[in-house]
């Protein structure tokens, strides 16, 4: 005889097995739930009727649940290919901890996200210029300080639909928590308070529905759940906030479960009514798993093309550059510099178009690369900054710093294409190569001409000066002489007073192409990277730091 808990699971496994949810429309593998019934052409009544559509009914049933286990293997497949790509061989568990976070916004500054620990910043810093992306286009003149909490959760959730429409998938697969039994520490929130307090009087009990039988339950019922449980208060909060406990690299990976949505518009309906997926202890890593899952393994290793070495580093848990262009492009392609580069006969792939938002790095005035017009000159006033160990954020409010290149820019950029070091000038001999760039004139004859009126004296350079002179006399900036920038870094031990907040700095463009090197000062280094005769004074003499 089942006690009354016991009664309760059952009567829940069978209601979630054939249920259907007509609002949302997707199962546990985001197969369309919704089977049509099919019309009797009889005048034997509804009755007969229905006790003919029975049959079919049943088939249709039968054979979507075979299709759910096909997409249900097929998904699990690629998950384990998608953990070796990431993880490696083995997980190590202090680096899993690292990463195992939610997304979380900081006390002081509303739509700031805070990063715990070293390593999800390849994650947490795209996502974080994303959300300020949307702020800088769809509300200018706001004021940060004063955005609500529920905005902001909508602000992100938006930002992170960006980033999975860029993978430009035909299907969005979204990678969730399915738990399987409370002997083992609980991982997701209940979706209701009901549920959870039956979870927790039947701590001791295995739960119904497990990790296979989760293949044909329709998880699309927390859709409708979720709400209920996200206008819950007070001591329900408390009660979902114990069951967020901890799980093994192991036990995470048993339980990951995956949902399909054929429209953006339904994944952002899916993580509003379900804001737990992304706040709980591994918000971040559900998420990640999500894009590479939308964007499809065979593809991303296709971008990577070396799969040699784990996009996440074993010792110190920082991501690749290869999942960093992922979530800032949708493309997983190793290098930072435009379109393909031969390099010792390897055709390696860069960045192919301009990018929604920007990268910098320190590492290319220690000329580790080189970052491409793709990256510097973003569609949107937001950049994601490397250092050697940490990802962070600078944006604007000033549009013009992304206005469409003048010719003169144009002409400095492609010339400075040919002097990788910096030197503002070229070898003679690449005079042809930089005007056949501009789709200027380049015959051997005016080429020759030029060449003797760029270099009178026979030195074998063309200096940047002559050569912008000569074809760009001119020259006009379509970037201000001044402006504001604002810098943000998620780890709150790199803030003052550990509050994670947004610094804003004044900055002014230098007359000339001289830049002074100050190696005592990462941040205006990098920044140099972009403009590089840039100065900038920040505000509330507090230097922001890139680490």
């Not at 930089?434 to 080429?447: D, F, I, R, T």
């Not at 943000?488 to 790199?494: E, K, L």
Request: glycine share 6%; with cysteine; net charge negative.
């Amino acid at each position: 005889m089942r006690t009354g808990a016991a009664q309760r699971k059952v009567r829940l496994a069978e209601k979630c097995i054939s249920h259907n949810v007509d609002d949302v429309g997707v199962n546990s593998l985001g197969i369309d739930s919704r089977t049509p019934t099919t019309t009797a052409a009889t005048s034997t009544g509804p009755a007969a009727a229905g006790r003919q559509q029975q049959p079919q009914q049943q088939q249709q049933q039968q054979q979507q649940q075979q299709h759910l286990l096909h997409f249900n293997d097929s998904d699990m497949r690629e998950l384990r290919e998608i953990k070796q790509l990431l993880w490696g061989d083995s997980v190590r568990e202090d680096v899993f901890r690292r990463w195992s976070q939610g997304f979380e916004f900081s006390d002081v500054e509303p739509s700031a996200l805070v990063q715990k620990q070293g390593g999800p910043c390849a994650v947490i810093a795209p996502v974080q210029a994303y959300l300020l992306k949307i702020i800088i286009m769809d509300m200018p003149g706001i004021q940060l300080t004063k955005l609500p909490s529920d905005k902001c959760q909508s602000l992100l959730i938006e930002a992170l639909c960006n980033i999975l429409k860029n993978c430009r998938a035909l299907r969005y697969k979204i990678v969730t928590l399915q738990r399987r039994s409370t002997k083992e520490r609980r991982l997701t929130p209940p979706s209701t308070i009901d549920e959870a307090a039956e979870a927790e009087a039947d701590a001791s009990e295995e739960l119904a529905i497990g990790i296979d039988a989760a293949a044909t339950v329709d998880v699309a019922t927390t859709a409708t759940a979720g709400a209920a449980a996200a206008a819950s208060s007070g001591n329900d909060a408390t009660l979902l906030t114990r069951l967020n406990l901890e799980l093994t690299p192991e036990q995470f990976h048993d339980r990951l479960h995956t949902l399909h949505f054929d429209h953006i518009a339904e994944v952002t309906r899916y993580y509003m009514d379900n804001y737990s997926q992304l706040s709980h202890t591994y918000g971040v890593l559900l998420f990640m798993y999500s894009v590479f899952l939308t964007k499809g393994i065979e593809q991303v290793t296709s971008d990577i093309s070396d799969t040699s070495e784990p996009l996440i580093h074993s010792t110190y848990g920082y991501g690749a550059q290869s999942l960093i262009n992922l979530m800032l492009t949708g493309r997983a392609v190793a290098h930072v510099w435009d379109n393909e580069q031969d390099v010792g006969g390897l055709k390696l792939r860069g960045i192919c178009e301009q990018s929604d938002i920007g990268f910098i790095t320190l590492m290319e005035q220690m000329r580790y690369c080189t970052v491409g017009s793709f990256f510097k000159n973003p569609r949107y006033p937001v950049w994601v900054m490397g250092s050697d160990t940490h990802l962070t954020v600078l944006f604007s409010n000033e549009k013009r710093l992304v206005s469409p290149e003048t010719p003169s820019e144009t002409g400095r950029r492609i010339f400075k294409s040919y002097d990788p070091e910096g030197n503002n000038f070229i070898s003679s001999t690449l005079l042809r190569d930089v005007l056949a760039a501009l789709n200027l004139v380049s015959e051997p004859a005016y080429v020759s001409l030029m060449q003797k009126r760029l270099d009178p004296e026979n030195l074998g350079i063309i200096l940047l000066n002559a050569f912008m002179d000569e074809f760009f006399p001119l020259e006009r900036r379509s970037t201000p002489d001044t402006f504001e920038l604002m810098h943000y870094n998620g780890i709150p031990g790199s803030n003052d007073n550990n509050k994670v907040r947004y610094y804003l700095g004044s900055a002014i463009l230098l007359e000339g192409d001289l830049k002074s090197i100050c190696t005592s000062n990462p941040m205006v280094t990098c920044l140099q990277t972009k403009w590089p005769n840039i100065e900038i004074n920040w505000h509330d003499a507090h230097m922001p730091s890139l680490n």
